[in-house]
């Protein structure tokens, strides 16, 4: 294997203190031997080619299929934490009339003044479809049928979150002229502030990653100069980058060590979501950079129980005015920490856009603004009820 610089495993919480950019440095300098993946067909740049035609001969074969998930594991983890299939989704996958579908969705978004905001673009400056799978499946079931029989979504995401994944998509178009991002980390502790991140303990931070796979498939061709999407292979391999990667002189060095990668039509790119990665700027006055986001969730990260939240906190709200009265906030703290939904996501994004910051207003927070508030339980009641809506797809 191709030896790449480990640091040992931390445990406690992790601050811009332990953030040394030789260590990144150390990581990012490790080079891809192709004789390291047996089924890959080329390497640029550290990043591995899988041809998806090519790959359909040896995933044929049950323990084949599973060495292949093994090197793609391995590939995401120890390796460059970006791996690109070319081909992935062909006229079989229904890939030209799915593009077109969604070209129409957004049209009639934009017909219906529809402006969705952005977790990192104003509104406007890219076109967004929120919830697109289940968009396309309830529009157009042939269509997400042929789109979604898809092998090397299943081969990635099986190998990377094991069985009982479940996907999401939402399509990004970015317009001639669109910005390029920041450099960041993707879900989950790639979407909160900083501070926020820093709370998790490193074994968090470590844990993150295995939650998460994300893709991205390209619907037209993007050339360098529509700005596909800026990658900096083995970086997900650090492990205070949830909080460096904001900081001045790791963005320069992101800025002087991406890899950006031509990409036709269908090809698919899946990366860790630790990867430090940023969209590159679309300097065409003709391409429409159309790419769906896929983003696969573990089984893992949910309660035993299903819990009517909602009806907990109204229930609880008196309750909690008495502690606030009474001066005792701490208390206050634990109790809506043990009933409220403290987590912004999973969220309907059409009726909850990121319009300020990473998430919206979380069902804990609601309850403290409540509190804050002094608002009557009946308005409370209607704030929570309202806050479910914006949640409910
Ligand atoms: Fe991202």
């Known amino acids: 294997?191709?030896?790449?610089?480990?640091?040992?495993?931390?445990?406690?919480?992790?601050?811009?203190?332990?953030?040394?950019?030789?260590?990144?440095?150390?990581?990012?300098?490790?080079?891809?031997?192709?004789?390291d993946y047996p089924f890959a067909d080329d390497t640029d740049r550290g990043v591995l080619f899988y041809d998806a035609a090519r790959l359909r001969t040896h995933t044929a074969d049950p323990d084949t299929c599973a060495d292949v998930q093994d090197e793609l594991a391995r590939a995401l983890l120890d390796g460059p934490g970006i791996v690109v299939f070319r081909g992935a989704f062909t006229d079989e996958h229904a890939?030209?009339?799915?593009?077109?579908y969604f070209t129409e969705t957004i049209a009639r978004q934009h017909a219906d003044g529809f402006a969705g905001g952005?977790?990192?673009?104003?509104?406007?400056?890219?076109?967004?479809i929120w919830s697109a799978l289940q968009k396309l499946a309830v529009d157009r079931p042939d269509l997400f049928a042929r789109y979604y029989a898809?092998?090397?979504?299943?081969?990635?995401?099986?190998?990377?979150?094991?069985?009982?994944?479940?996907?999401?998509?939402?399509?990004?178009?970015?317009?001639?002229?669109?910005?390029?991002q920041s450099p960041h980390r993707?879900?989950?502790?790639?979407?909160?502030?900083?501070?926020?991140?820093?709370?998790?303990?490193?074994?968090?931070?470590?844990?993150?990653?295995?939650?998460?796979?994300?893709?991205?498939?390209?619907?037209?061709?993007?050339?360098?100069?529509?700005?596909?999407?800026?990658?900096?292979?083995y970086s997900q391999q650090y492990e205070p980058g949830y909080?460096?990667?904001?900081?001045?002189?790791?963005?320069?060095?992101?800025?002087?060590?991406?890899?950006?990668?031509?990409?036709?039509?269908?090809?698919?790119?899946?990366?860790?979501?630790?990867?430090?990665?940023?969209a590159g700027h679309n300097t065409t006055t003709d391409v429409y950079r159309m790419a769906n986001l896929l983003q696969v969730s573990s089984a893992f990260g949910r309660a035993i129980d299903s819990v009517d939240r909602e009806a907990m906190v109204r229930a609880l709200y008196p309750e909690l005015r008495a502690l606030a009265a009474a001066g005792r906030d701490e208390d206050v703290r634990a109790v809506v920490a043990a009933s409220a939904e403290g987590y912004a996501f999973p969220t309907n994004l059409d009726l909850d856009p990121p319009m300020t910051g990473m998430a919206g207003e979380t069902q804990a927070e609601l309850?403290?603004?409540?509190?804050?508030?002094?608002?009557?339980?009946?308005?409370?009641?209607?704030?929570?009820?309202?806050?479910?809506?914006r949640h409910t797809p």
């Open 150 to 180: 898809n092998d090397v979504l299943a081969l990635v995401s099986e190998a990377w979150l094991g069985p009982m994944y479940q996907v999401t998509s939402s399509i990004n178009v970015v317009n001639p002229g669109g910005a390029a």
């Open 1 to 35: 294997m191709t030896s790449t610089a480990s640091l040992p495993a931390r445990a406690g919480r992790l601050s811009a203190a332990d953030c040394r950019l030789d260590d990144l440095r150390a990581l990012v300098e490790s080079t891809t031997d192709l004789t």
């Open 367 to 389: 309850v403290h603004r409540a509190l804050h508030e002094s608002m009557s339980p009946e308005q409370f009641a209607e704030e929570v009820r309202a806050l479910t809506i």
């Open 118 to 128: 952005d977790h990192f673009a104003a509104p406007g400056a890219n076109d967004r």
């Open 186 to 233: 993707d879900y989950h502790l790639g979407f909160m502030s900083t501070e926020t991140a820093a709370a998790f303990r490193a074994h968090v931070h470590r844990l993150s990653p295995a939650l998460t796979l994300q893709g991205a498939v390209a619907h037209c061709a993007m050339p360098i100069d529509s700005g596909p999407t800026m990658y900096l292979p």
């Open 243 to 278: 909080i460096a990667f904001g900081l001045p002189e790791f963005r320069e060095f992101f800025a002087r060590h991406y890899v950006q990668l031509p990409l036709a039509a269908g090809d698919a790119v899946f990366f860790n979501p630790a990867l430090f990665h940023a």
């Open 95 to 100: 890939l030209a009339e799915t593009t077109a």
